[in-house]
């Protein structure tokens, strides 16, 4: 892959997601009155922008993979980061079917309660809830959140941005609005510096 690709998608993969935490948080949840006609357009906006977002982190997962395997200093750690990076693939894929399903869903309804109802038909077959909007979706920042504390013990990462990484992520995940956004806040700082550089820095001779 380019590497203006991955660089991109350091930087968009949380912006997007921040982007579709606030539509939701205060577009669709926070005004329940809207009409249709605008609430279907937001719906989806912010559905696609958690698409690319998780595309992007996607890319991001790779990167951090693939960099964690090839600095890898024995067996364990190789299979830690293969472990790691099958898990948070496992979770980008569920968090895009996530996705997937509620632009289906709300393409479907004529309404918020139409919505209710067809998500109702989803939710009783069984373990649709934990692949798609439980456990699951959570191993793809869980899994890159633990590759970057790998990488940042290793020293193949910059500490501090680790550290408000995985703050982020953790609060991304309690899906409290307010930690929401922090947590994309911190998401969007912190994963440009966790890049690899483009070029390897030069020894200095002691």
């Known amino acids: 892959m380019k590497p203006a690709v991955v660089r991109g998608a350091f930087v968009a993969g949380p912006v997007l997601l921040l982007a579709g935490v606030v539509a939701m948080k205060f577009g669709w949840k926070g005004n329940t009155g809207l009409d249709w006609g605008v609430a ?9 922008a958690y698409v690319l977002g ?6 991001v997962l790779a990167a951090m993979w693939g960099r ?8 364990g750690e190789r299979v830690l980061a293969d472990v790691l990076g099958v898990a948070g693939a496992v979770g980008i894929i569920a968090s895009l079917g996530q996705m ?5 869903v709300g393409f479907r309804a004529e309404d918020r309660a139409g919505m209710s109802a ?21 191993l793809a920042l869980g899994a890159i959140s633990l590759l970057v504390v790998l990488l940042a013990v290793r020293r193949d990462a910059a500490p501090w941005a680790a550290a408000l990484f995985v703050a982020g992520a953790v609060c991304v995940g309690t899906q409290v ?10 998401l969007c700082l912190a994963l440009p510096a966790l890049r690899e550089p483009a070029t390897p820095p030069v020894p200095v001779p002691a």
Do not use: C, K
């Open 40 to 48: 279907l357009p937001l719906w989806t906006g912010a559905h696609l």
């Open 54 to 59: 998780y595309l992007a982190f996607g890319i």
């Open 68 to 75: 964690a395997r090839r600095n890898s200093r024995h067996g």
């Open 100 to 104: 997937i399903i509620d632009l289906i």
């Open 118 to 138: 067809l998500f109702q038909s989803y939710q009783d077959i069984p373990g649709f809830e934990a692949v798609f909007y439980g456990v699951v979706p959570s």
């Open 177 to 186: 609005t307010a930690l929401m956004v922090f947590g994309g806040v911190a």
